[in-house]
């Protein structure tokens, strides 16, 4: 299709799309909707003259395509951060997540010192594991393409593909002097949302949920009945950091722990198709087992469904951090080929009546789209409802959910965040796997490991700036501006030597953090994703509560309790 058919297009599908904005509100009556649809209508006339007017008569030749790019991205913007227009990689990333399935090669791909790199050992079963790709190979080239600086997303596009298909690769490998070369068919990939299932202590069982696919709810109910198999009684799934999916996916999920015939979550919108109920539709796996969810500020979408319902039916207890608070419904309309508009159509409401949508926008920015002052008027007031759970506790609206055990955050040191975002604890691990002869188990972390950890970190230049040496070269420059740097010099020193003294060992200091790191690394390069998760539950906070909460009942069952006054 040439450039410019593909502008009119774009114009066409604006058009096209306020036309079926006349249809959804057809049905309703009176004289404020047919003004409004009238507005719809001379506004996408209005945008079309513009858009002709500056690309035919700027001053310089603009390219169309960008041009028009902008002007809807600018626009669905304004609506809010769900509603986008869904092209190129973007559009592959959803169809995975709806199909469950993908052609590619079974590996992970994290950018690491501006090279994509293999983040998780392979997929079982995959080309990239049957030609011997390794967790901590850096991509270099594709099909003969550089990948250096490119992003995720354009390194995924390259490599996935229709299964069948070919594609070379040469990766960059520790321990090798020259590239290594790979030709790989792309194959079906199946996503797996369960990373992580296994009785973990006396009849607990854990589950660790990363994604809500539409392969979700089987990996889950399989993974509930293998551990009932082993002997499992009480459950705790694990939501942190899962951003969400599908929200048939979130009903199938919390279907497995509900009686049949509960409310699980409803959805309300503008059109008669978006007000929805969905209920538990089968006799749940199980019963009364007791049950703890865990969750974060990255829980969000799809987790916040299954946290909210099992919270509101006062089925099990929540325990984390707050979650995001996403309570908006996107659905996919189909524009071309090429692209989908992912809009948002509904709200969902949880069994107890709660929308957990956290307002981020500030109210300057949602008068300035919002039609109604009434459906302003009526967020804020929503903000300030209590409601109920089945039993009486209380709970509320907007601002994600909040959980009915809260357990503080760790929060990183800014040595240990330095040493995280320049992969210095990565790049080590990759070396020492690399370097062993023979590996038979987990190597151990050893003081002579960290020794020469400490030596890498040397050799490799790592650097660490704290915050207040940061804000003294902000006082020396403003100073040095001002005029005044020679003369405070003797006390800028004074301070200098002060500040190096206080950080000269933080090596030593973050000893423990470190330790557990090389371990996690550690693992995951020698046992792959479930040995890396297995050695991390040992240093679990949040999952060490949950597992007192399900050996001390009394406990767990008073929080199941409704609030009394005195």
Not at 46 to 51: E, I, L, P, Q
Not at 321 to 350: D, E, H, M, P, W
């Amino acid at each position: 299709m040439g450039r410019k058919k593909q502008i009119y297009l774009r114009i066409a599908i604006a058009i096209i799309a306020g036309f079926a904005l006349t249809g959804w509100l057809s049905s309703e009556k009176g004289k404020e909707q047919l003004d409004y649809l009238g507005k719809v209508h001379q506004n996408i006339i209005f945008f079309g003259k513009v858009y002709k007017e500056v690309a035919n008569k700027y001053i310089d030749v603009i390219d169309p395509e960008k041009f028009m790019n902008l002007g809807l991205d600018a626009m669905l913007a304004a609506v809010d951060d769900y509603t986008v227009l869904v092209e190129g990689e973007e559009n592959a990333q959803l169809e995975i997540m709806t199909t469950g399935r993908y052609g590619g090669l079974g590996m992970v791909i994290g950018i690491r010192e501006k090279w994509p790199t293999v983040m998780e050992p392979p997929y079982d079963d995959t080309p990239a594991l049957r030609a011997g790709c390794r967790e901590g190979d850096q991509i270099i080239e594709v099909d003969g393409i550089s990948t250096e600086n490119m992003t995720v997303n354009d390194v995924a596009k390259h490599m996935r593909g229709e299964i069948g298909t070919a594609v070379n690769i040469s990766i960059r490998r520790a321990g090798s002097d020259q590239p290594i070369n790979f030709r790989l068919v792309r194959a079906e990939i199946v996503v797996k949302d369960v990373v992580f299932s296994e009785v973990i202590a006396d009849s607990v069982g854990y589950i660790k949920l990363s994604r809500f696919s539409k392969n979700a709810v089987h990996e889950v109910r399989k993974s509930v009945l293998d551990l009932k198999n082993k002997g499992m009684k009480n459950l705790i799934l694990d939501l942190r950091n899962n951003p969400g999916g599908l929200l048939e996916s979130a009903v199938g999920v919390a279907d497995i722990f509900l009686a049949k015939g509960r409310l699980i979550v409803s959805t309300k919108g503008r059109t008669p198709a978006t007000m929805q109920k969905y209920y538990s539709e089968n006799d749940p796996i199980l019963v009364n087992e007791p049950l703890v969810i865990l969750v974060n500020r990255f829980s969000a979408s799809a987790s916040e469904i299954v946290a909210g319902a099992i919270q509101d039916l006062d089925r099990g207890i929540i325990l984390g951090q707050t979650t995001f608070g996403k309570g908006l419904v996107q659905s996919i309309i189909q524009l071309n080929r090429n692209s989908r508009l992912k809009l948002t159509t509904a709200k969902y409401y949880l069994p107890s009546g709660r929308l957990i949508q956290r307002d981020r926008r500030t109210p300057k920015e949602k008068e300035k789209i919002l039609f109604s002052a009434a459906e302003r008027q009526s967020r804020k007031d929503d903000s300030l409802k209590v409601y109920s759970t089945t039993i009486g506790r209380e709970v509320h609206g907007r601002g994600g959910i909040v959980p009915d055990m809260v357990i503080a955050a760790d929060s990183l040191t800014g040595y240990q965040q330095s040493l995280l975002r320049q992969s210095m604890i990565f790049n080590y691990a990759v070396d020492f796997i690399n370097t062993l002869e023979q590996v038979n188990k987990i190597p151990e972390v050893t003081d002579a490991v960290l020794a020469d950890f400490e030596l890498f970190l040397q050799q490799r230049k790592f650097k660490y700036e704290s915050e207040s040496y940061k804000k003294l070269t902000e006082l020396k420059n403003i100073l040095k501006v001002e005029g005044y740097l020679d003369k405070t010099q003797p006390q800028m020193a004074s301070l200098d030597t002060a500040i190096n003294n206080l950080f000269a060992d933080e090596f030593s200091k973050n000893k423990d953090f470190i330790q557990h790191q090389l371990n996690l690394e550690l693992a995951a390069k020698y046992g792959g994703t479930q040995a890396k998760i297995r050695i991390g539950l040992t240093k679990d906070e949040e999952l060490k509560k949950a597992l007192n909460l399900l050996q001390n009942l009394p406990e767990f069952s008073s929080i199941l309790q409704p609030e009394s006054e005195i």
